[in-house]
């Protein structure tokens, strides 16, 4: 686990730019490596084919033209044959024997013994440590066979072509990885500066100093964030204008009627004082019911005059499984569903409706957002203002003893 959270840390504290690098190196790195051990892979499965192709065409060829001569005994004609076959420079050793199995003629017979030539390659035998490919093909004459032709082919220009193929992989893979990383961090630096001077903007900015503005370059989605940004600068640098010369005419209309207004004066600010006392209650007691919500044990949910989620406190969140913030504005029946009782929202529209009275501990089995089922007693009531009317429904839980 430790070096999970050390990774999540250290993710959390590099910048956006760096995260966007990281993500598209590692794909470009993948890419990169794939490339560098699949093609070469392939292209030696290709090249090894090739060779196998030509030589057997190569070998059934040489076998045609020798037949004739060794079903005559014709050396003279079969040396000419075995002449022209040496000027091909693969060729490691040629053995023709008859149905005998006696040497017929040959070329380097020795070294077609030092290799053992009568054992034969398959494909899957077939390596670059083996100075040769080697294999037979049968001498027919009239449709019948009349003896066999042993040929070794060198695998030097293979091996060669093999090694350079690898080599153009290794280029290859080190060249898209170099030039994808230059190109991510250029196209990084671009997605993220408009950024950066926003959050810069935001830095340098106060409630005396609003004239800096962000540079807008292009017209993508962050240079319309940026004009956006902009925009609300000015609306609040106007706003600010504005109050600051009602201020000003506020203190000039206050100066030449001191006298004639002093009494409103009082008055207004003794309602003043009062609506600010007002307000801080209110705000003091909105925190507190926040407060006091996140500290009982039991879950409370809040919805509206149609059903939908309006508050969760913390017990209701590890309850459920859902956080309030993915699942505010949605129907009740998502975050608090029942197994073995009436679905919550149905229960809470005839209560909303006035058609139903409240549910109080009821037990029911409750599926949280992991499909795990515990056994709850609930409580479901209307919530009225002051006039008596209905203005949604709070459901308070916990598991059952």
């Not at 207004?261 to 507190?288: I, T």
């Amino acid at each position: 686990m430790k070096p999970v959270a050390s990774l999540t840390d250290f993710l959390q504290k590099i910048s956006i730019r760096s995260k966007l690098i990281l993500v598209i190196a590692a794909v470009i790195g993948l890419i990169a490596a794939f490339l560098f051990l699949y093609y070469p892979v392939r292209l030696k499965g290709k090249s090894v084919a090739s060779l196998v192709d030509k030589s057997q065409t190569y070998a059934s060829f040489l076998a045609y033209s020798l037949s004739p001569a060794l079903n005559f005994n014709d050396r003279n004609t079969a040396e000419e044959i075995i002449s022209a076959a040496r000027l091909n420079p693969d060729l490691v050793y040629l053995v023709v024997m008859d149905n005998s199995q006696k040497v017929f003629m040959s070329h380097n017979l020795a070294q077609a013994f030092q290799l053992d030539f009568k054992e034969k390659s398959t494909l899957a035998e077939l390596d670059f440590y083996r100075p040769a490919y080697q294999f037979v093909v049968p001498v027919i004459f009239n449709r019948e066979t009349i003896g066999k032709l042993y040929l070794g082919i060198s695998l030097t220009h293979l091996q060669k072509e093999v090694a350079l193929i690898r080599w153009d992989g290794v280029l290859l893979s080190l060249t898209i990885f170099v030039v994808g990383v230059l190109l991510v961090i250029v196209v990084a630096s671009l997605i993220t500066e408009p950024l950066s001077q926003i959050v810069k903007t935001v830095n340098s900015i106060s409630s005396t100093d609003l004239k800096q503005r962000v540079t807008v370059r292009g017209s993508d989605e962050i240079a319309l964030l940026a004009s956006a940004f902009n925009a609300m600068l000015e609306k609040l640098e106007k706003a600010y204008a504005e109050l600051d010369g009602f201020n000003k005419d506020l203190e000039i209309k206050v100066e030449s009627r001191t006298a004639a207004l002093s009494l409103a004066n009082a008055q207004l600010q003794s309602e003043l004082k009062a609506r600010q006392k007002a307000e801080k209650d209110l705000a003091g007691e909105k925190e507190l019911v926040m407060i006091t919500l996140s500290a009982i044990d039991d879950g409370v949910i809040t919805t509206d005059t149609h059903g939908k989620v309006l508050l969760l406190n913390k017990a209701a969140e590890a309850l459920t499984g859902w956080a309030e913030v993915d699942v505010h504005g949605q129907s009740i029946e998502r975050v608090f569903s029942l197994k073995d009782a009436e679905p919550s929202n149905r229960t809470i529209a005839r209560i909303l409706q006035n058609q139903g009275p409240s549910v109080s501990l009821e037990k029911a089995t409750l599926v949280d957002k992991y499909n795990q089922k515990r056994i709850i007693i609930y409580t479901i009531s209307s919530i009225k203002d002051s006039y008596g009317e209905i203005i949604g429904t709070v459901l308070i839980f916990r598991p059952a003893a």
